[in-house]
């Protein structure tokens, strides 16, 4: 809670209220935003849902890797720090980071054109909890941005966890040219109420909403061919229409996803090309996306 001159008790360090103090008690308290991360990167996509489940990791996963096979220099930044998955996505689960002189760090490479980095491989085993307070979480961030050797970059994609607290707060602080944010969703009225609340935090924080990507939308059976609408169906368009944000597309529920993110081949790969509908989607998505961005 934040004090007030009547209720201070001279304790800068857990006051909220610390960098916007005049107390002479508080001169040594940094003022105002920390400075922006160097990192030579053109574009920073945040990835963000108002809640967890909606496949905002595959939809991270696959965009970065849609974006590396169009020839953009990408780089992949797993920010759920507490339940990272991308590794296990795109199957650089035994990845390690590394430094050549102790200072720098070196991402663990997917391609030539896709560099990862992730606090799972930074855990000595795949069960350990990371058990961070917020501050603990603040610095790693910064060093994922800054003391990883990303090189000059195209697009940095930033896989939030779920909802609107410090990772994504942080990252919005310290990551340079921030292109904007892309919401994840799915169609029922749950998701959608969660999701509006994620456009309207990205919106307090002055950063363009990139549009909204409705994840799980129908399902075709594969025995009848029939459409399904298992979490309903237009969802997130409505929500799009309705919040004056660009509506990216829709992505079907497939089995197949799932099947690829557990293999950790993303189905941007496992089926890229020809006519199947889930890579059309995925690959519209990120072509929307880029048109967003570069115009």
Known sequence: ???????????????????????????????????????????????????????????????????????????????DIHGPNIPKMLGIEEGRLQSHDGKVIEPVRVTGNLA???????????STPVIWRGPMKMGAIRQFLEDVDWGDLDYLVVDLPPGTGDEALTIAQLAPNIAGAVIVTTPQEVAILDSSKAVEFVKKLDIRVLGIVENMSGFVCPHCKKEIDIFGKGGGEREAKELGVPFLGAIPLDPEMRKASDEGRPIIIRRAGGDDPTWKSIDAIMQALVREIEG
């Not at 935003?33 to 939809?59: C, E, F, M, N, Q």
């Not at 990862?116 to 795949?126: D, G, K, N, T």
Request: net charge positive.
């Open 1 to 79: 809670m934040a004090q007030t001159k009547d209720t201070c008790d001279g304790n800068c360090a857990n006051c909220p209220s610390a960098t916007g103090c005049d107390d002479p008690r508080n001169v040594s308290a940094p003022k105002g935003l920390p400075p922006k991360a160097d990192v030579s990167v053109r574009h920073v996509i945040l990835v963000l849902s108002g809640k967890g489940g909606v496949g905002k990791s595959t939809v991270s996963a696959n965009l970065a890797y849609s974006l590396a096979n169009r020839g953009y220099s990408t780089g992949l930044i797993d920010l």
């Open 116 to 126: 990862v980095i992730s606090m799972a491989f930074l855990l000595p085993e795949r």
